[in-house]
Nanobody, 122 residues
Framework: QVQLVESGGGLVQAGGSLRLSCAASGRTFSSYAMGWFRQAAGKEREFVAAISRSGSSTYYADCVKGRFTISRENAKSTVYLQMKSLKPEDTAVYYC???????????????WGQGTQVTVSS
């Protein structure tokens, strides 16, 4: 069992930055890969970024590449999503999730946090 708690969401103007955090508990954090997904109102949940167990490999959706950075601190059981140059279309609820490997599909992730709202105003 893994418990995930996101934090760091909020309201920001276009062009601004936010850093999301996801604190994990329940199992050895370094034993699973982590991903960030988002879901805008009326839309399907979509992949944002993922990171391998060690943090040596990262993956991004094309729409956030170059603007978002995923990282993890295994000693703190925490994964981060640094978001820069935010756009109104980045507005969504952001979720972190854990998986046995790095996947782009949300169906491959086993445990999910409750989500944190990110709103980018124009």
């Amino acid at each position: 069992q893994v418990q995930l708690v996101e934090s760091g969401g909020g309201l920001v103007q276009a062009g601004g930055s936010l850093r999301l955090s996801c604190a994990a508990s329940g199992r050895t954090f370094s034993s699973y890969a982590m991903g960030w997904f988002r879901q805008a109102a009326g839309k399907e949940r979509e992949f944002v970024a993922a990171i391998s167990r060690s943090g040596s490999s990262t993956y991004y959706a094309d729409c956030v590449k170059g603007r978002f950075t995923i990282s993890r601190e295994n000693a703190k059981s925490t994964v981060y999503l640094q978001m820069k140059s935010l756009k109104p279309e980045d507005t969504a609820v952001y979720y972190c999730a854990s998986s046995s490997g790095v996947y782009y599909s949300y169906s491959k992730y086993d445990y999910w946090g409750q989500g944190t709202q990110v709103t980018v105003s124009s």
